[in-house]
């Protein structure tokens, strides 16, 4: 039996049909020229469409009477003028219109993305990244699927169906209104599919955000994931949201294809219908042939653009919810103005004291209420302070307090300086290693580049054939040289050799250690062993800070500390090798102890 599959709820917000109206109308009054020379151009474009079906009624009529090879020639040539005035003009404004709607594509491109960046830490944090991921991806490439082909093709509809219309009851109204015998169906079946369809297409967008989510973190995790056996896990999880994403696809194509069938339907009832009435009113002198012929002409000119217009609804349904998601980043960035200078108290630093200072701070995330509680904690300059807890227990999210990416929602945090932040997450940007470096001191000479290079035993970046690709610890080991570049007072470690390889790790290590010396450090930890060192530990649980002490006081008194200790390295286990005091020297093979983590 399959796995219940709940409903997924996306991290940020959906914007209304209003917000979504009021982004586009703001958008396209920048370009109202274009606007209407593009609505004027499509017009004229659909009146001159109907000069083909006029003069082939006028046709059908000089043929009736025996008008003769000039009248007739002379309508053939007026009908092939109009089919080629109306195809040249259509031409001219779906250019027009084309232009218009991609390069009101682009700045909404350019807004989702910079209100994206804008985004507070948090509310990214709060949640599943592959939620955002799929705005900022799928989401933008639905806009400008139907934007790009789309959107032209159903104003162009629009107005041909509008023009169609008007001529229809400018003809006869007795056969206008026998046509519109087609309408019951095409209501009924439009508002069926609109009824159920956004719904549906917006579940599709949801899952298949859940679905990369739970590809993401099976990829990202992959090497836990095979260490504890758990792939068969992962790939079930991927599999159960791909089924669950296929099934709500599946629904919308039986929406689309009970909508093929009431329009089909809808357009044989409403010709047969029209040539009905014409016939009856043509028996009794009422109207001519060729009136008849050209209603039968103008009505069978309505099937494509009605077709289009709703057949298109399914991207329009589609672009309509993408657009709604996108719109929803842009209202849930803060304002684009310049953020406030973080204020920094830097008397404690220079009297030699305290570096960080929480009083009471608390902080929840805005949308799952996780977070902190109540946690005061000093840490002196020049020292580390360890944060150590199982995952979701606060440690990180103190961290980032700490680093300025979130503001408390209440008590108070110094700190004597801006902290640097080295995370986890390995990333190689573009680039030579000069330039991977210059992104922290862009101004750092190549005297210095090298200094710090060789500092961190990255002599490897120094030859002259690198590697396109680096590995994971040699990503690290850049972050860290680029820190040294930097030079903070408070430097940040968040579990920096989480994802690099036991091969790698000795010389992040020491890198590591090279970078603490002399500064202020809170190291981030789900391995107890290189904390034992730090002149401060603090254990979180549930938001909380429920343990603070040295490693050896925390080992003596009963506690989750303890525990963990016992449970990771047993009681013999010896801090002797931690990071923080691996030797900068190149490790002695002999020593089975120097190659520990």
């Known amino acids: ?74 309508w ?32 909404l491109r350019e807004e989702v993305f910079a209100s994206a960046m804008r985004l507070p830490v948090a509310t990214i944090d709060d949640g599943e990244s592959a939620d955002l991921l799929s705005r900022v991806t799928g989401d933008v490439e639905a806009v400008a699927e139907a934007g790009g082909d789309v959107m032209p093709t ?91 994403s296929i ?69 329009i349904q589609r672009a309509t919810i993408g657009l709604a998601r996108l719109v929803g980043v842009i209202e849930a960035a803060p304002p684009a103005v310049p953020a406030p200078q973080r204020e920094v108290t830097r008397s404690g630093l220079a009297e030699g004291h305290i570096a960080v200072a929480l009083n009471d701070v608390s902080f ?83 005297e210095e580049i090298h200094a710090a290079l060789a500092a961190v035993g990255a002599e490897w970046a120094l030859e002259s054939q690198q590697p396109e690709r680096w590995d994971e610890g040699r990503i690290q080991q850049i972050a860290v040289a680029r820190a040294l570049l930097a030079d903070p007072e408070i430097v940040i470690l968040d579990e920096p050799t989480a994802e690099v390889g036991l091969q790698q790790r000795p010389a992040v290590d020491r890198a590591i250690a090279l970078l603490r010396q002399e500064r202020t450090a809170v190291y981030i930890a789900h391995q107890l062993q290189p904390t034992a060192t730090a002149e401060q530990i603090g254990v979180f649980a549930d938001g909380r800070l429920v343990q603070h002490g040295t490693h050896a006081e925390l080992r003596a008194a009963a506690g989750p500390y303890r525990e963990l200790w016992s449970a990771q390295l047993g009681e013999s286990g010896s801090p002797a090798t931690d990071a923080f005091d691996t030797d900068l020297s190149d490790p002695d093979p002999s020593d089975p102890e120097s190659e520990n983590p």
């Open 154 to 244: 159903l104003l162009s509809a629009l107005f041909a169906i509008a023009v169609s219309l008007a001529s229809l009851a400018a003809l006869d109204l007795r056969l206008a209104l026998a046509g519109l015998a087609c309408v019951p169906c095409y209501v009924w079946g439009t508002r069926v599919f609109l009824k159920h369809s956004r719904v549906v297409f917006r579940e599709v967008r949801e899952r298949e955000a859940a679905r990369s989510q739970a590809v993401l973190e099976a990829v990202e995790g992959r090497e836990t994931l095979t260490a504890l056996g758990e792939e068969t896990h992962a790939l079930d999880r991927v599999a159960v949201r791909a089924r669950a």
């Open 364 to 446: 929840r995330y805005p949308r799952t209420g996780r977070g902190v509680q109540h946690v005061t904690l000093t840490i002196p300059a020049g020292t580390t302070a360890a944060f150590v807890g199982a995952s979701g227990s606060g440690k990180s999210t103190v961290a980032r307090l700490i680093a300025g990416q979130y503001a408390p929602d209440s008590g108070t945090l110094d700190t004597s300086a801006q902290p640097y932040t080295i995370s986890q997450e390995l990333h190689q940007f573009r680039g030579t290693v000069a330039e991977n470096l210059r992104l922290a001191a862009p101004e750092a000479a190549d």
């Open 247 to 315: 099934r709500t696809q599946i629904v919308g194509a039986r929406l689309r294809n009970r909508l093929f069938f009431t329009i089909n339907g809808g357009e044989a009832i409403g010709m047969v219908a029209l040539l009905g009435t014409g016939f009856a009113l043509s028996g009794v002198g009422a109207v001519t042939v060729g009136m008849v012929t050209t209603a039968a002409l103008v009505f069978h000119r309505l099937f494509g653009p009605i077709g289009q217009l709703i057949f298109g609804l399914d991207d």
């Open 1 to 74: 039996m399959g796995c219940p599959v709940s409903k997924p709820t996306p991290t940020l917000p959906i914007a209304s049909g209003r917000e979504v109206r009021a982004v586009i109308v703001r958008l396209l009054s920048v370009h109202r020229g274009r606007t209407i020379a593009a609505a004027v151009l499509l017009l004229l474009a659909s009146v001159l469409g109907l000069v083909l079906p006029l003069c082939l009624g006028r046709i059908v009529d000089a043929v009736v009477r025996d008008a003769g090879p000039a009248v007739i020639g002379g």
């Open 76 to 107: 053939a040539f007026g009908a092939a003028a109009g089919a080629i005035g109306a195809a040249l003009m259509g031409m001219w404004g779906s250019r027009v219109l084309v232009g218009l709607v991609q390069q009101t594509l682009a700045s």
